[in-house]
Nanobody, 123 residues
Framework: QVQLVESGGGLVQAGGSLRLSCAAS????????MGWFRQAPGKERTFVAA????????YYADSVKGRFTISRDIAKNTVYLQMNSLKPDDTAVYYC????????????????WGQGTQVTVSS
């Protein structure tokens, strides 16, 4: 059974940092793309960043380039999202996802999803 479990969310002031983690289990993800999405209150879920599990290719949404960094630890089967210079607009539930297509910003191409972790940035 595939599981993606996010952690690391919380409340932070604008300009602060958080690191999200996504622990993956249940299968080999070597052929997968791991993505981060977010959903702000009253808005659709949107793409944030993606990393190819094998090879480490990376892609970011324009809104987070230069502030967020996605990475993975193969030995720990974990994907990270380091978020710096956070803004109130970054407030959202952040989701980890796994899919077979590279590169994709579309939700429909991701097969597995975590339950989400709340990030709140105060002004």
């Amino acid at each position: 059974q595939v599981q993606l479990v996010e952690s690391g969310g919380g409340l932070v002031q604008a300009g602060g940092s958080l690191r999200l983690s996504c622990a993956a289990s249940g299968r080999s993800f070597s052929l997968y793309t791991m993505g981060w999405f977010r959903q702000a209150p009253g808005k659709e879920r949107t793409f944030v960043a993606a990393i190819r599990w094998s090879g480490g290719n990376i892609y970011y949404a324009d809104s987070v380039k230069g502030r967020f960094t996605i990475s993975r630890d193969i030995a720990k089967n974990t994907v990270y999202l380091q978020m710096n210079s956070l803004k109130p607009d970054d407030t959202a539930v952040y989701y980890c996802a796994a899919g077979r297509q590279w590169v994709s910003i579309r939700e429909a191409t991701y097969d597995f999803w975590g339950q989400g972790t709340q990030v709140t940035v105060s002004s």
